[in-house]
Structure formats: C-alpha cells, structure tokens
C-alpha cells in the first residue's frame, strides 16, 4: 500500500526521503511526492508515476529543508493523478500524508466546503489538511489542532503531519495502519516500513494503535488514545539495508525465490532440541495454552489464505485435529459461531494486512480465548495482538509476489501441525517422521532450483497465451491455486484453478488447444485419480504440463509435457511443489515483458480494506 517517509534534522532530509521512497517501491504505487519547510515556507513536489520521475524533478527544481515528509500513493479515492498525489495543503499552512481510508471524508468534505474550504483533489485525505487547519484557527496549538481532527477521523489512518508555524515539529499518527519512528542521533525519521529508514537507522520504536507522536529533533513525546504521555520502548531492528537489496540478481521475486533454502532453515532454527519440536517456540504460555484448545481456526488473505488451505488437510489429516479456514475479509462481516476452547490462527506475512487484523479482532469480540499468529514482521499489529506468535523468519520479502513468505509460512504451519497434533493422535512416531522431514527441505528444493532453466524453457509456450488452468488434488489443490495466482500476478495472464476431480462439473468446457493445463501430480495416494481427470483434458485436445515426481513413469502423449520433481514425502511435498510454480510465473512474466516486481494495481502490504 501507500508508503509514508518524514523526517526532523539537522541537515537536509531530502536525500533521505528520496531513498526511503525508494525503499517502499515494492509496496505498489502509482505516484509520489514529498514537502519541505524551509523559512516557515512549505515547498512541495509530486509527480506522476516512479519516484525516479520525483527525483528528476528534484534535480531540476531542487529544494531542501530539516523537515520534511513524502509519500507513494496506491489509488484508492480518485484516479492516478498529479492532483491526487500526496502530501496534500491547507492554505500553505498545513500539510499532510496519509496511508488508510477516512470512511466519513464525505460528511466532513460537505462540511467543509460550507465553511470555504476548496478541495483540489478527490482524496479522502485532503480533508484532513483542511480539518487541522480549521482546528488551528479555533485552538491555536498545532498539537491540539491535531487531537481535535483525528477525533473527528472515521477509519484508518498513519499520518505524518507538519505546519508552516511551527518548523521543528513533525507530528505522527497511527490509527489502523502502521507507522514506526526511526531514532537517530540528534534527529527523528517516520516510516510506513523499518525498510525504508534502514540506511539511517537500526534504531526504532514502535508505535500502538491510537498514539499519536511529537517529534523535534531533541524530543520525541508520545500520547496514547487516552491522551496521557507514554513512553515507547526503543527496539534494535535486525535487518539491514544490504538485506534488502537485489544483488546480482535480475528482479527481486528471482533473489527471493533462490533465498527459500536459507529462509526455511531460519525458520527450523533453534526450534528443536534433541530433533523434538520446542513449544517454548510458540510463546512462554503456548504448552498451558494448547492443552485447552479442541480446534483450529485460521484467517488470512492471498497467499496466506492457500497456505492456510494447506495447513487444514494437515491439521484434519495428520493430526486430526478439527480446523477450519475462512478468508478474513469475508469472516468478519458474515457473523459466525465460534466456539471458545478454538485457536485462533492469523497469518500474514507483514502482520499489519487490515482485513486479517479486523478478523482477529472480530473472534476476540465473538469470544476467542486464545490467538497464535505467524508472521514476518517483528512488532507488527498482529503480533502484539496475539497470545502465541511464531516468527516465519524469512528476511525482507520486496517482491509482491510472495515466494519465500509462503514457503516459510508453511513451515511454520507444519510446526504448529507438530505441536497441537501431540495433543491429538499425531503418534510419536509420525512426529519424529515429520520432523526429519522439515530438515531436508532446504536440500530438495534446492534440487528443484537446479531445474531453472528447463522451466524457463517450458516458459515460451505461455508467450502467447492469455489464459491458463491449474489442478491438484488434496493438499496441492491448494498449490495450485497458488500457482495461478502467481501466473495472474506478475505476467497478468487469466489463470484460476481447480480441485481436478471438479472438471467435469464445469471447466471442462474451456478445455482446448489454446488453454495450457498445468497440473501438480506428486506420488501420492490420489495419483490414480489424478491421471484420469489428466485423461480427460487429454482426450479433448487440451495441452498438458506436468510437474510430477520423478520416481513415477512418464506419460507418452503428444500432448503432454513431463516436467520431473525430486522425489519428496508426501507430507512435506506441498512446500517443495510450490516453487516450481513460482519459477515458472517468474519466467512467464519476464517473457511478457511485465514489471515482476510492481505489477500493476497490487501493493505488498495491504492495510485498507
């Protein structure tokens, strides 16, 4: 989503804007802008587009200042446009930027507009400018022009906010929407992300839900939704600027999917002790806490929904343990029954993704009793939300297209499988098996990435295609609507998939020469079945890809393609699977000539509804 930067020095922040913005260009946008305070004047440029085009403009036009804020815009009141690009001002008074939504913008704009105030954008942000600059007219105290505004604020919001009057102070908000403080010495920055500061600091905190912050260059001053002063405690950020960055690699998805055998074996580390799983991994009180639960419930979005789709047939199947898995945005509003003695499972891989949030929220108020998230992001809503958290531990993921997010994410759930199961009829014998397991992941897949170039190869035939079809059968259906969601992602080619034994019931009729069917066909007790809904898109001229195991005889039909997998167990295979998908999407949309990276209309890290 939308990437807020802002800054209070004693040298010029304009450099240091600029790179932050840069920073969170893998969270999707559509233009960018920043303000200066210099002599009690607000300078501000926005430009259409890249922040690179921000930057020329700059170089051109330059202008500096001590303070400063900027931002990158992902459309969502009003098109992509100059006029809608942030920071927006009040009568060269008051200047804002906003990531979120202002549900009531409407009922405040009319208001507004009947007190003079004239609007030169379609944002809901803008009437934020205009309301603080109201209050400043009533209160004359930029701090209490503040409070009184966003109390009138229905919605989201991370606001970084500065006023002409008062040229050392920067003010932060955070409602909803993440917003940290970078500490430096003798100066202060803002930011949607840690990432985007890391070249200026390690240094960070962090702040809640309803604070809003004063910041000068020698004080911070923290108020929390009830007003009173509080202190946040400063947290040394374990990434780096280096870590974030694409090497020698081509696009930032290819360095992160060449990154999932370290990623995993982060993800194992320091969780077992004499090859049994620890639960002292999940949180101080996970033992006392998975003693009392009878079922599973996980929320997610996206790619954290498929992994939760998996984690279902592993939960039910190993373990037998009763779950289910609902799409965030949809559980929150569609009044379900929850049972108390449930855990409640959020994943996500940024932990401030709105819907998941508001669903977590939403079971709380439905009377959960306990909540575990797994996440990427230390600090995030979602953990301090969260009785139990296990860390995915999976690095910087800048891509939009979540690779190695996934992968860990699906570790982490077949910890979690481990440690719920032994309550359960997960035997001491499978949890041993399935523990191994997890430790030859980062060997298969690197055998699987030595496969690159014949699934770059295999890549040329989509060159032409615009539209293509997914199947799996039990746990890597959901695989393969991972893959299709991929395919749709980044190479912007239609693609949807299916559990194969639904063909018959519909899809079928798209099957012909021009629709590529690729299919996940590990050795599994379901293969039989597979290789006939394999047959039936087979017999009516379909073009088969198979991504099967090794171990298995190929298939000799004209019209279909062997791609071989290492051979992998069937528990641990879901995860192997998947990254020859992520491979072939890459290479799909590298061919079309697609922005990998940024695709089109996606954000990284979704924090409105």
Not at 371 to 378: A, D, F, G
Not at 479 to 493: C, D, T, V
């Amino acid at each position: 989503m939308c990437g807020i930067v802002g800054g209070v020095a004693q040298r010029n922040v304009v450099p240091i804007l600029i790179e932050g913005l840069k920073r969170l260009e893998y969270r999707g946008y559509d233009s960018a802008g920043l303000a200066v305070i210099n002599n009690k004047e607000i300078f501000r440029k926005r430009e259409l587009g890249k922040v690179k085009g921000l930057e020329e403009m700059l170089k051109a036009d330059p202008v500096s200042g001590t303070i400063g804020i900027a931002h990158t815009r992902w459309a969502t009141h009003g098109v992509p446009s100059t006029a809608n690009a942030h920071p927006h001002i009040c009568r060269n008074k008051v200047v804002v930027v906003h990531n979120g939504i202002i549900e009531n913008h409407e009922k405040l704009k009319t208001k507004l507009i009947g007190d003079g105030f004239e609007f030169t954008s379609q944002t809901d942000t803008e009437v934020i400018a205009h309301e603080i600059y109201a209050a400043l007219e009533t209160t004359g105290n930029f701090i209490d022009a503040v409070k009184q505004s966003i109390a009138k604020l229905e919605g989201a919001y991370a606001l970084g906010i500065m006023c002409a009057d008062y040229p050392d102070t920067l003010i932060a908000c955070r409602k909803g929407s993440p917003l940290v403080i970078g500490v430096g010495i003798g100066e202060y920055f803002i930011a949607s992300d840690v990432a985007a500061l890391l070249p200026v600091t390690q240094r960070f905190m962090y702040l809640d839900d309803g604070d809003l912050a004063v910041i000068r260059t020698n004080e911070v001053i923290i108020y929390d939704k009830t007003g009173h002063a509080v202190v946040r405690p400063v947290k040394e950020s374990q990434l780096t600027a280096e870590a974030a960055e694409k090497g020698e690699y081509r696009h930032y998805m290819l360095k992160e999917i060449y990154e999932q055998p370290f990623a995993i074996s982060q993800t194992l580390e320091g969780r077992f002790i004499n090859q049994q799983l620890q639960e002292s991994a999940f949180g101080y009180n996970a033992t006392a806490i998975f003693d009392d639960i009878k079922a599973i419930l996980i929320l997610a979005c996206g790619t954290s929904y498929h992994a939760g789709l998996v984690a279902r047939y592993w939960f039910e199947e190993l373990a037998r343990v009763p779950c289910n898995i609902e799409v965030a945005s949809e559980f929150r509003y569609r009044h379900p029954v929850l049972a108390k003695d449930t855990l409640v499972v959020t994943i996500s891989q940024s932990g401030e993704t709105a819907d998941t949030l508001a669903a977590l929220q939403e079971a709380k108020k439905l009377g959960a009793k306990y909540s575990l998230t797994i996440c990427n992001v230390p600090e995030s809503s979602l953990v301090r939300e969260s009785d139990l958290v296990l860390m995915t531990r999976a690095g910087p993921e800048i891509g939009v297209a979540s690779t190695k997010a996934f992968t860990t994410q699906l570790t982490t759930l077949m910890l979690l499988v481990i440690a719920v199961g032994r309550r359960f009829e997960l035997s001491q014998e499978l949890e041993k098996k399935l523990s191994a397991q997890l430790f030859t992941l980062p060997g298969k897949i690197e055998k699987v990435l030595q496969l690159d170039n014949q699934i770059k190869a295999l890549s040329e035939q989509f060159a032409e295609k615009e539209h293509a079809l997914f199947l799996g059968r039990g746990t890597h259906y959901p695989i393969a609507l991972e893959g299709a969601l991929k395919l749709k992602e980044i190479s912007y080619i239609h693609a949807e998939a299916y559990p194969a034994g639904e063909l018959k019931h519909g899809p079928l009729a798209l099957i012909d020469a021009d629709m590529p069917v690729i299919t996940v066909a590990p050795n599994n007790n379901l293969l039989e079945k597979l290789k006939s809904n394999m047959q039936e898109v087979s017999a009516r001229g379909g073009h088969l890809i198979v991504f099967m195991d090794e171990t298995l005889s190929a298939v000799s039909e004209s019209n279909i393609q062997i791609l071989k997998i290492p051979q992998v167990e069937n528990e641990i295979s879901p995860i192997v699977y998947t990254v020859p998908l992520q491979l072939l999407s890459y290479h799909v949309a590298v061919l079309k000539g697609t922005d990998v990276d940024q695709p089109r209309n996606l954000a990284k890290s979704v924090t409105v509804e």
